[in-house]
């Protein structure tokens, strides 16, 4: 069964600093891997996805993510946070069966002056 | 211009009652979802249509029925409501093409917040 582990439900980071969120994949095929961001009282909204056509995503926003098989990982980044990234991000997963996404906890983003 | 639009957005009701909640999109999908966030915000699937008909069908009780009258609207009806359905319930639609599924993007709308008392 396809599973999707975030590391860390709430990290928080100074404005300017650089985001890490933590995403480990475990399934027996290499999934189609996706990042959403929520803001308060909104819906997901898509940030980037990995369909095997570059280990190096970039997505909207500034943020990238890393496709790394040998970690089973897909690592959110972005080089310098804004106070208007503060927000919830969820990691999710799609082995491409009926188009089922499999979601991960959820890491909260807090962005401090 | 709203892409995937629900009603309604907050639902305050009585144990016991029935509710329905609609979902409507204008991007031309042909596949609808129902997930449902809990209070610790984790995010599971209940139901996926496509092309009208059901795809997926998650282990829900079945006081919950989906019902897609046409590939741009999917609702879902609740008989019965209890204290546990208090959630935010999200629909979300996407485009399978023969040969990427599970590649394609999930639109979502803007959740509908179910307080059962």
């Known amino acids: 069964a396809q599973s999707v582990t975030q590391l860390g439900s709430h990290v928080s980071v100074s404005e300017g600093a650089l985001v890490l969120l933590r995403c480990n994949y475990s399934?027996?095929?290499?999934?189609?891997l996706f990042w959403y961001v929520q803001y308060p009282n909104q819906g997901l909204q898509l940030l980037l996805k990995?369909?095997?056509?570059?280990?190096l995503v970039k997505g909207i926003n500034g943020f990238e993510a890393e496709f790394k098989k040998s970690e089973t990982s897909f690592h959110l980044t972005k080089p310098s946070a804004h106070m208007s990234d503060a927000a919830e991000y969820f990691c999710?997963?799609?082995?491409?069966?009926?188009?089922?996404?499999?979601f991960g906890t959820g890491t909260r983003l807090q962005v401090t002056l | 211009d709203t892409a995937v639009s629900q009603t309604p957005k907050y639902l305050v009701t009585q144990m016991g009652n029935d509710k329905s909640i609609k979902c409507e999109q204008n991007?031309?999908?042909?596949?609808m979802y129902w997930y449902k966030q809990d209070s610790k915000k984790f995010l599971k699937i209940m139901f996926s249509?496509?092309?009208?008909?059901?795809?997926i069908n998650e282990t829900v009780p079945n006081r919950f029925s989906p019902k897609s009258p046409d590939k741009a609207h999917l609702n879902l009806h609740i008989n019965s409501l209890e204290l546990g359905d208090s959630a935010v319930y999200f629909c979300?639609?996407?485009?399978?093409?023969?040969?990427?599924?599970?590649?394609?993007?999930?639109?979502f709308g803007p959740g509908t917040r179910l307080l059962v008392l």
């Open positions: 979300a639609s996407s485009h399978r093409s023969a040969g990427t599924s599970g590649q394609e993007t999930q639109y």
């Open positions: 991007l031309g999908h042909d596949t």
């Open positions: 249509y496509n092309n009208k008909e059901l795809i």
């Open positions: 999710a997963a799609n082995t491409g069966t009926a188009s089922k996404l499999t």
């Open positions: 399934s027996s095929v290499p999934p189609y």
């Open positions: 990995y369909t095997s056509a570059a280990t």
